[in-house]
């Protein structure tokens, strides 16, 4: 609103300066100016929502038709073409990978807002590599996983391949958002930790950090669904076989690589459709069960 009220001002000066001096038809202008973006605002907000119901609406009709007892064995075969395994691996893989970024991302934004001197020109190069790795095609980080972990230190097809190479992927994120979050506390936190003879260490784990948490555990769930929906670099470095892995050295499918699987088969097209609305629920399973826990953490804080 304070927005629109501005461009409205701006308009009016421009309208003054060409030589439209009659109040009426200012008025008439301005008035005309502010529907139009109204309009504009809501026809924005009804075409992205309509986009988002008529994507998630036509995979739903697509799949919920063909899901069967038998999509969730746990065994696959190419009868049952089972997501079960697929479904533990992305379970695993998504841990796995969020227990390598998680702490590394966390602790590189406490460097930098609360330990890193400010204007420091190391600052800048940091904040300029994590953007740029941010904007890195996921299949450029498949091709490195593959060329440095796969094959350069021989750990093969393999999770642990895979979780090391999302963890790359999703550390910018999590560290911008915890930077963030971190700058987001007021100074008046820290005034009052340091006055009551706090030391910097107990102040950032103690006062800082818990009240920093659900901006970072915003971030957190914005990794995980990246995690959970990414293909590309999983196939060079987590392998698609159809197995619960029982070793990190072992080659698993994740659910998205699973369903790119069964659609690019061209023989289990449904089945791939019947993944998808699978993936879904789990994407909103998690992001509601994020939110709930940030929401109480929030509250703890």
Do not use: C
Not at 129 to 154: C, D, N
Not at 178 to 190: G, N, Q, S
């Amino acid at each position: 609103m304070k927005i629109q009220k501005e461009k409205a001002a701006k308009l009016q000066i421009i309208l003054e300066k060409i030589g439209v001096v009659s109040r009426k038809v200012r008025l008439i202008l301005i008035k005309a100016y502010e529907k139009l973006m109204a309009v504009l605002t809501w026809a924005a907000a009804a075409l992205t929502i309509g986009t988002l119901i008529f994507i998630v609406g036509f995979i739903f009709v697509k799949g919920v038709p063909y899901i069967k007892p038998s999509l969730f064995s746990l065994t696959y075969n190419s009868d049952n073409v089972s997501l079960m395994p697929a479904m533990i691996s992305t379970i695993i893989m998504t841990l796995l990978s969020l227990l390598i970024a998680a702490p590394l991302g966390i602790f590189a934004a406490i460097f930098l807002v609360e330990y890193a001197k400010r204007g420091n020109k190391i600052l800048g190069i940091i904040r300029m590599t994590t953007e740029t790795l941010s904007g890195i095609p996921s299949i450029v980080y498949g091709l490195f996983g593959l060329l440095f972990f796969v094959t350069f230190l021989g750990w093969g097809f393999s999770v642990l391949a895979g979780a090391f190479t999302l963890a790359i992927m999703i550390l910018p994120l999590i560290m911008r958002s915890a930077e963030e979050a971190l700058k987001a506390v007021p100074d008046t936190y820290r005034e009052g930790a340091f006055g009551l003879g706090a030391g910097k260490l107990r102040t950032v784990f103690r006062i800082i950090l818990p009240s920093a948490m659900p901006g970072i555990l915003a971030g957190i769930i914005l990794s995980i669904g990246r995690i959970v929906g990414e293909t590309a670099a999983l196939i060079y470095t987590a392998g698609t076989v159809a197995q619960i892995p029982t070793d990190p050295m072992q080659s698993a499918r994740t659910l998205s690589v699973h369903m790119y699987a069964l659609s690019s088969e061209g023989l289990h097209t449904n089945e791939g459709y019947a993944t998808a609305v699978i993936l879904l629920l789990v994407v909103v399973l998690i992001n509601t069960l994020s939110a709930k826990i940030a929401k109480r953490i929030g509250r703890m804080a």
